[in-house]
């Protein structure tokens, strides 16, 4: 066992973090909104609970057992030592938060956050299983990513484990950096959205029998869009509370992660409303959607330690990246995914964390580039075969996709016995084949 440094934390620091962390709900909210926006009408009332459900699953099993695996720096961990290094690879706090206080300090604060950013995490595979991930089934696989996945990961990052310390013991910059959780809480939920969607297999009706997606669209662009008003908030928020808590950034270095942030998601979508305009003749709104929050997504890693200028590239990248990335996704890997969470989450979440190791501007970077794609490396090798193996099983004992004709009625009637909008015929049937 092995207490690590805390830390330094002033009051001012302590409230300015508050004020941001009351702001993180909105980038929930949002998500449930895009989420159930580009769903079928006749799931929206159950995509909307089932973000609830999945928030308040995350939350209690985080409180449970989630925060002791994950720990905070300066609290005890579990050390490997190799070749005369140690390596921290897990937390050694009490389960149920015994012996934390939660009386503002850094390590509370973190938990605060962290219980809000699990949900946000949670929320994210709900897009890519959505219109046949049944409500029971999306909470269990929620327990799972909050007690395990999400806090083994993020103790690697947060809480001074191995991959932070890549600095100290390799000289590999200041180790592997992640301000707002591109990689923890974005590359980790679009990960499981991936694992998720190769479990439950394609919607009804979005392949021919010659592999042919059929375009199912979402319901309503204009919740939607709302989300991704509500999402800029709460990013700002996550980014700027991120900054400070677990890369020591200073109030005032918060004014640089907030224009960043908005800076990465403005330019992405822009991007995206031009590709599609050259593609399709007419602004996709959903795409734009897309590449407005991959824009925030891809901000969040480097977002206190890169230039305005980079910012911009950055979300750039993300925007062009998440249109194809939608594109290969659906029509060459036949993987269907309603929100495009995973090409949004995933793949714009990696590209911000390889960014950083490009483009970050601080004392001892040298080497950086290789500490993050260690963090990625590991993603791919390690986080996404477990979440994977972890859904793999629960479908075994309990599956996870709703019957076919429960899926036809809509998961609304199948599992609520109500519809999201009575006084509309929404059971229409063009994309199930007869």
């Known amino acids: 066992m092995m207490v690590l440094p805390a830390p330094a934390f002033s009051e001012a620091g302590m409230a300015v973090c508050i004020l941001f962390i009351l702001l993180v709900p909105l980038a929930g909210v949002g998500l449930a909104l895009i989420n159930t926006g580009l769903g079928r009408s006749r799931s929206a009332a159950h995509s909307m609970l089932a973000s609830l459900c999945v928030i308040a699953v995350a939350a209690l099993v985080y409180f449970a057992c989630g925060f002791a695996w994950q720990g905070y720096l300066g609290r005890p961990a579990h050390v490997v030592i190799l070749a005369g290094k140690g390596w921290n690879w897990l937390a050694a706090e009490p389960l149920f938060l015994r012996g934390l206080k939660l009386d503002g300090s850094p390590a509370s604060l973190a938990l605060w956050l962290e219980m809000l950013s699990v949900g946000l995490a949670a929320l994210i595979p709900l897009g890519s299983g959505a219109d046949r991930w049944r ?10 990513l909050a007690g395990i996945t999400y806090p083994l990961f993020a103790h690697w990052i ?67 869009l709302l989300g991704c008003a509500l999402t800029l908030v709460g990013w700002l928020g996550l980014n700027s509370a991120g900054a400070i808590l677990f890369t020591g950034v200073a109030p005032s270095g918060t004014v640089l992660a907030a224009v960043n942030t908005t800076l990465a998601a403005a330019v992405a979508a822009l991007a995206a409303a031009m590709i599609t305009q050259i593609r399709f003749g007419k602004p996709d709104a959903s795409l734009v959607a897309n590449g407005w929050v991959g824009g925030l997504v891809a901000s969040s890693a ?51 964390v390889l960014a950083l190791g490009l483009f970050a501007r601080f004392p001892g970077a040298a080497g950086q580039w290789l500490a993050q794609l260690i963090g990625v490396a590991t993603l791919l090798g390690f986080v996404l075969p477990l979440t994977y ?17 429960g899926e036809r009625l809509g998961m609304d009637v199948s599992e609520l016995g109500a519809t999201a909008y009575p006084e509309f015929v929404i059971h229409t049937e063009e994309f199930i084949p007869r």
């Open 389 to 405: 193996g972890l859904n793999w099983l629960l479908n075994r004992f309990y599956p996870q996709r709703a019957s076919m004709e």
């Open 302 to 352: 480097a977002c206190a330690s890169v230039t305005p200028a980079t910012a911009v590239f950055m979300g750039l990248v993300a925007g062009v990246l998440v249109i194809f990335a939608v594109e290969l996704f659906e029509v060459r890997l036949a993987v269907d995914d309603p929100s495009g969470a995973i090409s949004v989450h995933a793949v714009a979440g990696i590209w911000g």
């Open 135 to 144: 409500l029971p089934a999306s909470c269990a696989s929620t327990a799972l």
């Open 158 to 224: 947060w809480g001074g484990g191995w991959l932070a310390q890549l600095g100290v013991n390799y000289g590999l910059g200041r180790g592997f950096v992640d301000a707002g959780g591109g990689s923890s809480i974005q590359a980790v939920g679009g990960l499981t959205a991936l694992a998720i969607a190769w479990i439950l297999g394609p919607r009804l009706g979005k392949y021919s029998p010659e592999g042919i997606p059929a375009a199912i669209p979402g319901h309503n662009a204009v919740l939607v």
